[in-house]
DNA sequence: TGATAATTTGTACATCTGTACAAAAGAAAA
DNA sequence: TTTTCTTTTGTACAGATGTACAAATTATCA
């Protein structure tokens, strides 16, 4: 090794920091050389392309982040009480994603940060890459959840894991807006309570019964009711 | 009006439709004025500035489409079921953010998108605008749902209404993802669909219990409450 | 009509972009 | 040490970018 025995790590970091904050186009590879402290060509003998570099981050991630998160997956099927089982899975998807366990630098919350600005943005070199690496991770989680909501179509469960997926990459892509809509009164960028509050909406909204479920029997006194008992006391037998 | 009546109108619509998919550093001047059949030079006669094309998409949109969010809403409050007073509230914050009231070609759908690939990229032109105009609108919402459900700390609220925004703006970002993981079971391009699948998996989410909620006396035969641990575990003192 | 204003066009320019590549510097092994 | 390999540096280049601006064109109106 030579003189900073950890540049490339250096300019992976640099990347991904940059890349998650302003977007894969408006980085240059000057700029990451300039916040990593390396020579722009340094970039490139590492990672030949800024396509590259990018594509390297994915895999050091993606890896260890869905292992974890079948790992958890595994453990939380296990559980017993539905109701609980139905949270532990959820939060083995969020949780992960949140903080990898690896300890790469900077943790999965960035790298997550940085899969939701390139799905925004459309990135092309990543497209095919996601869909590939992530969908059978999820399929695991929708059959998963599928097993503890047997009654809903596998179709409304995907619908929300797409909500779920959503309200994840907002909240690590725009953490100020809590804060400053609660007045103070939340911290967007506290993780620790961001899964907390994600997993308990998540699962009240996947035990929503389904939209074109009949309402089974129930005394209706009123006229309005136009699309059912939506909410959450239906689910009440 | 000179050759095309429409000219202003074109490059907009272009520069709409490119930056909501590419985002908006990867998208040329040069690249919106090929696709509205209009020369580059004619762009910054418009606009004055890439920046400037910019402001003036959201100035198109950001009135008529919160002007009919309030709307709904007011109608929305006198709904005296409270389950559909609730859900008629989402509705109201949902609706028109796919389809605009307006006529404005393309609809409300493209310029949510746009919203969402400007949040994801952190643009800086854009940042304050929606913070000022966006929220205040947002807060009325969040006042209405904080009547209909009066046992919720404001701090909740404003979480769910992150996941809520977050969902929105990624199924309209990726909504190939619904269609892939669905199997073609469902249409992720499906408007009228992604609302009613959004607004009742949203409803059911702002019912679940706060997570530092204390569990009322329930008779418990089992050894796992049901609804009662749903949060963390952390939670109990 | 002619005169004036509004729009479109074409060109130009300074700057930034990704990338290539040779030279320099350093590390490792003989 | 010398040799060999790895890494860093500096420079260069072709192309793209945002924008300015004068000329050409077209519309508006007296």
Not at 150 to 169: D, E, I, M, N
Not at 186 to 215: H, R
Request: aromatic content about 6%; overall charge positive; some cysteine.
């Amino acid at each position: 090794m030579t003189r900073n025995p950890n540049m490339r790590e250096a300019i992976l970091s640099a990347a991904e920091s940059l890349f998650s904050t302003r977007g894969f186009n408006a980085v240059s590879i000057r700029d990451i050389a300039l916040e990593a402290g390396a020579n722009p060509g340094s970039v490139t003998y590492h990672f030949k392309s800024k396509d590259g570099l990018l594509l390297e981050i994915y895999k050091r991630h993606c890896g260890p982040m869905n292992k974890r998160r079948i790992e958890l997956l595994v453990a939380a099927r296990r559980v017993r009480d539905v109701q609980d089982r139905l949270e532990a899975i959820v939060r083995a998807y969020v949780q992960p994603a949140f903080s990898s366990s690896s300890d790469l630098a900077g943790g999965g919350a960035r790298f997550t940060r940085l899969r939701a600005v390139m799905s925004a943005e459309g990135n092309a070199v990543v497209g095919r890459i996601i869909a590939e690496i992530f969908d059978d991770t999820t399929n695991a989680f929708i059959e998963a959840i599928e097993q503890s909501l047997p009654h809903l179509p596998r179709k409304t469960l995907v619908w929300r894991s797409q909500f779920l997926l959503g309200a994840l990459y907002y909240t690590l892509v725009n953490p100020e807006r809590v804060t400053r809509l609660s007045r103070g009164e939340a911290d967007g960028a506290d993780m620790a309570e961001a899964i907390e509050q994600l997993v308990s909406a998540t699962v009240a909204s996947l035990q929503a019964p389904d939209i074109n479920a009949q309402v089974a029997a129930e005394p209706v006194a009123k006229a309005g009711a136009r699309k059912a008992p939506a909410g959450s006391r239906s689910r009440i037998p």
